[in-house]
């Protein structure tokens, strides 16, 4: 499955912004999806996985109560709504497909990768 992401781009603390990832290639609901990042100097982190349906999700704690992620298997999209953005959320921003019905929230479960999205978060 090829992933493509966007919607990345510059916010200020506090704001909002929605990054969106396009999935092609292979049926759709065969994945577990994920968003990962990684900030300068620093490891990738995992942020949000979504199971196939939509049903389970599952957040890292730095992001939790304020991202969602969600999806839609008609148009084989899914996204990462951010709000109230701190500067530690800079990063690039991946998502991942997981050939597998269960969740996960280590990279290496994850079997394809889009091109990454940046997003700055300006104080």
């Known amino acids: 499955v090829q992933l493509q992401a966007s919607g990345g781009g510059l916010v200020q603390a506090g704001g909002s912004l929605k990054l969106s990832c396009a999935a092609s290639?292979?049926?759709?609901?065969?994945?577990?999806m994920g968003w990962f990042r990684q900030a300068p100097g620093k490891e990738r982190e995992f942020v949000a996985t979504?199971?196939?349906?939509?049903?389970?999700?599952y957040y890292a704690n730095s992001v939790k109560g304020r991202f969602t992620i969600s999806r839609d298997n008609a148009k084989n999209t899914v996204d990462l709504q951010m709000n109230s953005l701190k500067p530690e959320d800079t990063a690039v921003y991946y998502c991942a497909a997981r050939s597998s019905r269960y969740l996960a929230s280590r990279g290496d479960d994850y079997d394809y990768w889009g091109q990454g999205t940046l997003v700055t978060v300006s104080s």
């Open positions: 979504i199971s196939w349906n939509g049903g389970n999700t």
């Open positions: 290639g292979r049926t759709f609901t065969n994945y577990v």
